[in-house]
């Protein structure tokens, strides 16, 4: 009889492993594929996984979105910047290209030994070493879509860059860098979810181009992660008419699993993005991973009932061969690893990483007392540590905190002050992109500001010409202070 188990990838959430941990086990007893973690406790996390790996017949699927490395998902972990700020950090560096298979500057050989190469290799190894710590055998990264749109509300910071060299290269740096270090890593989300403007958690994002234009852009990063040896793509919940005229999500799609297995000569294993989505479109979350499994897919991810899947499947009698999957999975990492990373020499990558990648756009003279705005787009509080670490260098800093939804709010400007704005507008999944608030009070603030600050993405600051502007790309602790520190040396 068919165990429809085995092609299912369901949530794992950290903080109720203990709990919870005779579900889990039962979802393994029952044969399950493997699991999609969500938060947790490092130590508590790398012990209960290892219980679930000792009950499995096959070692289990053990995976996360680790983008940002462990401390993304995991506390204990280290958080490392998102993916345009680590190219950015690396672009920063001054001296010769990096080395790697990449095109333009990134094609450039270098000496072994050089600080971006070494960079480079030591954060995505770290990344690996500390996933691996903690049970983790799959890492859903690099994300191989290129940030064409910039409004689009789903990647942005996410991307690597704008072009197509640039995410070719980081995201084959990362894929060859990982699966060295025994993980195995997962390139997202194909065809390319960079030229949208829908999030395809909420709906169905559409890419109106060309196969000619795919082919010469949006492709060239999975291409080149094919050819890098990537052992898992994850595809997209997205209607490209190139590929499916139906406009069928990719996902579920048996053109595009023909596209990618017969165009593009992928042997590797095809995982949908998560089944809770709103991208699935007019399909129920069982009769899209029918179709998904039917069109040729490996595994769906992230069910909202794994047990109404199996039960659907089960009523259509659908037969699938998982020989190919079992061997991926027999050449998975199956337990923790033994030997702890070095997590305070990772810590301190991650700083370096943060130094390196802020961009500044623009001189600025700070020479009259300082008032600083904060406009948070999100409903919990940040901007604090950046508060309390500009007000080191500016003991009479004043502040203003101005929250989306606090209702219209009228600004008064102190006289003769140096005005910075500090914009916090977090990328997550279901926020469905910036508000409109965001952009404007940036637009009434503009002509005012000396100084704008984007803790986030950094199209927010596109129509900003008079001011300088700063880009952190993310809003950690450890980027506010390093952004305080650029401007207290201003004094």
């Not at 990838?9 to 044969?31: A, D, H, Q, W």
């Not at 007019?282 to 490996?298: I, N, P, R, S």
Request: aromatic letters at 8%.
């Amino acid at each position: 009889m068919q165990n429809y188990y085995q092609f299912i990838i369901p949530r794992l959430n950290g903080c109720e492993i203990k709990t919870n941990f005779k579900f889990y086990l039962s979802m393994v007893k029952k044969g399950i594929a493997g699991f999609i973690i969500f938060g947790g406790e490092l130590e508590t996390t790398r012990k209960v996984i290892k219980k679930l790996q000792d009950e499995a017949e096959l070692p289990l699927i053990i995976a996360s979105d680790l983008e940002q490395g462990l401390g993304q998902q995991i506390k204990g972990g280290t958080l490392f910047p998102p993916a345009m700020a680590v190219a950015s950090a690396i672009k920063n560096i001054t001296g010769s290209g990096v080395r790697g298979q990449g095109s333009g500057i990134w094609s450039q050989k270098t000496k072994t030994g050089d600080e971006k190469s070494e960079l480079l290799e030591n954060t995505y190894k770290a990344m690996a070493e500390e996933a691996g710590y903690a049970g983790i055998n799959t890492i859903f990264a690099p994300v191989l879509d290129i940030n064409t749109n910039p409004g689009n509300p789903i990647i942005s910071v996410r991307a690597f860059g704008e072009d197509k060299k640039t995410v070719s290269f980081f995201g084959c740096e990362m894929v060859r860098s990982i699966q060295g270090s025994s993980i195995a890593a997962c390139g997202k989300h194909f065809p390319g979810h960079g030229d949208t403007r829908i999030d395809s958690h909420i709906k169905l994002p559409k890419i109106n181009r060309d196969l000619r234009h795919l082919n010469r852009n949006e492709l060239v990063p999975f291409k080149d992660a094919i050819k890098a040896g990537v052992k898992m793509i994850m595809l997209g919940h997205l209607s490209v008419p190139a590929i499916d005229p139906s406009g069928t999500p990719v996902s579920i799609s048996e053109k595009a699993v023909r596209f990618i297995r017969d165009k593009m000569k992928y042997k590797g294993m095809l995982i949908t993005d998560a089944m809770n989505m709103g991208g699935i479109g007019k399909y129920t979350e069982e009769k899209a991973a029918l179709m998904a499994l039917k069109a040729g897919v490996d595994l769906i991810l992230h069910p909202t009932d794994t047990e109404k899947i199996v039960l659907y499947l089960k009523e259509k009698n659908l037969i699938l061969d998982s020989k190919y999957l079992d061997n991926f999975r027999k050449r998975l990492i199956r337990f923790p690893s033994e030997h702890p990373p070095d997590f305070d020499k990772n810590r301190n990558l991650s700083l370096e990483l943060t130094g390196k990648a802020i961009k500044i756009s623009g001189d600025f003279v700070i020479d009259r007392p300082l008032y600083l705005i904060i406009l948070n787009d999100d409903q919990d509080k940040k901007g604090k540590v950046f508060y309390e670490n500009l007000k080191q260098g500016f003991p009479h800093l004043k502040l203003k905190i101005i929250r989306r939804n606090s209702g219209t709010q009228r600004i008064l400007f102190p006289e003769n002050a140096f005005v910075i704005v500090a914009i916090f507008s977090e990328t997550k999944a279901w926020k469905g992109g910036t508000s409109g608030w965001v952009q404007k009070k940036i637009s009434y603030l503009q002509d005012r500001a000396d100084l704008f600050v984007s803790f986030g993405s950094p199209y927010l600051l596109d129509k900003i010409k008079k001011s300088a502007k700063i880009i952190a790309y993310w809003n950690s602790e450890s980027v506010q202070q390093a952004v305080a520190e650029v401007i207290i040396k201003k004094l």
